[in-house]
């Protein structure tokens, strides 16, 4: 009980509230990985996913503040963004859809780990600057870890319920490419190599650039899904 008391439990619900921001766009993520796992793996895909990206979620805010800096980093994060938003739109119908159980979930697992640790780079920045209300700069990280592992529960229910909604509108599906689309589009923009060869004035474009990442992604998913499609009937 004595733990419980010296605990600030001010800063653990900041990063609680922090991350459940982010888990809402987790959980779409997770549930689009795991969508065509057979429902037997989906539980086994949709925790070891949270509790890998989590993990690395503590590795990244330990480093926030310098590996926002890294030029180029949030351009190449942002690509790779898209390109899984367009992967995840497309699963149903390329080879991966016949895989070995086993390789879907490992595959399901990686996608989740890979999509979260791009969608937190941001994301990090704030839970490390509630973290560093903590005088004692050893339990900063404690603190981070604690407040992350409150909110795995909530994230992996919210994974379970957009999994129930995309089994029954499969539309979903390409709402949550274009969400990855957004922020891709977003952060692109703000990487720091293109503001300084282009000026602090670029960031002012981050919706602009966000509408065009979701609508590229979503367009181009569509456009290769009928490809497919044509193809197999032909």
């Not at 795991?34 to 037997?40: D, E, T």
């Not at 989906?42 to 800096?69: D, P, S, Y």
């Not at 065009?212 to 367009?219: E, I, Q």
Request: some cysteine; charged content about 15%.
């Amino acid at each position: 009980m004595e733990f419980f008391t010296m605990i600030d439990w001010s800063v653990v619900i900041q990063i609680i509230i922090i991350d459940l921001l982010l888990g809402g766009d987790n959980a779409v993520v997770i549930a689009l990985a795991c969508r065509n796992l057979h429902p037997n793996q989906r539980r086994k895909g949709i925790i070891w996913g949270t509790a890998g990206a989590i993990i690395l979620r503590v590795i990244l805010v330990a480093f926030a503040v310098v590996m926002l800096q890294i030029p180029f980093l949030k351009l190449v994060g942002g690509a790779l963004l898209l390109w899984i938003g367009y992967k995840l739109m497309v699963q149903e119908d390329e080879s991966e859809h016949n895989l070995d159980a086993p390789d879907k979930l490992f595959a399901a697992i990686k996608t989740i780990i890979i999509a979260d640790i791009v969608m937190s780079l941001d994301n990090v920045l704030a839970i490390a600057g509630a973290a560093g209300q903590v005088d004692n700069a050893a339990h900063q990280i404690g603190y981070v870890i604690f407040g992350l592992i409150v909110s795995v529960p909530i994230i992996v229910a919210g994974s379970k319920i957009v999994l129930f909604l995309i089994d029954r509108f499969p539309l979903i599906v390409t709402a949550g490419a274009g969400l990855l689309g957004w922020i891709a589009g977003g952060m692109m923009v703000t990487d720091p190599a293109l503001i300084k060869q282009f000026g602090e004035g670029l960031e002012s474009y981050a919706t602009i650039a966000g509408i065009a990442g979701a609508v590229g992604v979503m367009a181009f998913g569509e456009l290769m899904k009928r490809r497919a499609k044509n193809s197999k009937a032909a």
